[in-house]
């Protein structure tokens, strides 16, 4: 597999300049792989985010005015270290605090945490939360729930960035993101792993025409196969694990995201989408939120993914509804 790169130890630095020639309105630190807004709103709660590149756009995608105000680069599926966070904090930071948004990834929490305790020694107020969406199970370990943070984590950009627009503070928005983080649930498939570049094979093996639900944004490979029969029966695998894990009653509204992982076309993605909606329609959920797109990618993994957040509070269909000059949303 050809990819398109220059040097290899070169292929983030080269990306951010990329990314930034298209979004000239946003900028990056000279001493960080930290892409942020220009100007820093002094009246709000900055919020950042990062982690490790490939999947893009997260996080970068989503800095803007009403989402993050900066977020911080990693090496492929690797996050960025702790100094790299700090100085990020360090940046946005105009006395009033930061509020951060980490992804539930072992190597992500213990640079993240570090940066934080970093940050609070040297006085900055910093609150933040985990996103922990992933609702797919771990064969390997007694069928223990992954909770990793999966594309779930772009909703509460968009929710905690719009709170902190409109002036929230640093302890509600901590409320606020832990509230809405615990109502998220996310689940997915792979029809195709994802190949890291220059890489001489895929990150799992899946034969033709084989599923595999439950993948990571990582390349692991997800808690059962199968062969493929239809769109529709694949969304019914992905709504029977979420009605398990929400035990909704007809009426409830909840908030649809559903996430490209890499290369699945326009096409497929429409008709998974279409399927999805009308097995939620026969539960008797109501959806008054519908996004899809590509938010959080694993390189370019053939997959989809579904996430629900019980609306337990319409405040957050507001700050999903509210503008951001985000690019990627």
């Known amino acids: 597999m050809v990819a398109i790169i220059n040097q290899a130890e070169r292929v983030i630095a080269h990306y951010m300049d990329g990314f930034l020639v298209a979004h000239p309105e946003l900028g990056r630190l000279s001493q960080a792989p930290v892409i942020t807004v ?6 709000s709660i900055p919020v950042i985010s990062g982690g490790g590149s490939g999947h893009e756009p997260m996080h970068v995608g989503f800095v803007g005015q009403g989402m993050l105000t900066a977020a911080v680069y990693g090496e492929l599926f690797t996050p960025p270290t702790a100094d790299e966070i700090l100085c990020a904090i360090r940046h946005v930071d105009k ?13 992500d929490l213990l640079s993240f945490q570090e940066a934080i305790r970093q940050a609070r020694k040297e006085g900055i107020q910093v609150k933040y939360v985990l996103s ?3 609702i797919s199970v771990d064969t390997k370990k007694n069928f223990q729930k992954r909770h990793r943070g999966l594309a779930g984590t772009i909703l509460l950009h968009k929710i905690v960035g719009a709170a902190a627009q409109s ?9 606020l993101a832990l509230s ?3 109502e998220m649930a996310t689940i997915g498939f792979a029809t195709s792993s994802a190949h890291v570049p220059q890489g001489t094979s895929p990150l799992f093996e899946l034969k033709e025409g084989e599923i595999s639900y439950g993948i990571g944004i990582h390349g692991e490979e997800g808690y059962r196969t199968v062969s493929f029969e239809s769109s529709e029966q ?3 695998e992905i709504v029977n694990k979420l009605k398990l894990r929400f035990r909704w009653r007809e009426g409830e509204e909840f908030l649809l995201l559903v996430n490209n992982l890499g290369t699945i076309s326009e096409l497929e993605q429409g008709i998974f989408l279409n399927d999805i909606c009308q097995l939620l329609d026969v539960e008797g959920l109501r959806l008054p939120f519908i996004k899809t797109g590509r938010f959080a990618t694993s390189l370019d993994m053939a997959g989809l993914s579904v996430t629900l957040c019980r609306l337990k509070d319409q405040t957050w269909l507001h700050y999903l509804q509210e503008p951001t000059t985000a690019p990627a949303w």
Request: net charge negative; with cysteine.
């Open 234 to 236: 694949l969304a019914n």
């Open 180 to 182: 809405a983080s615990t």
């Open 95 to 107: 006395g009033r605090g930061v509020f951060v948004i980490i992804k539930n990834f072992e190597a």
């Open 132 to 134: 922990h969406d992933d």
């Open 167 to 175: 002036g929230m503070s640093l302890d509600c928005l901590e409320e």
């Open 38 to 43: 220009r100007e820093v709103n002094h009246d």
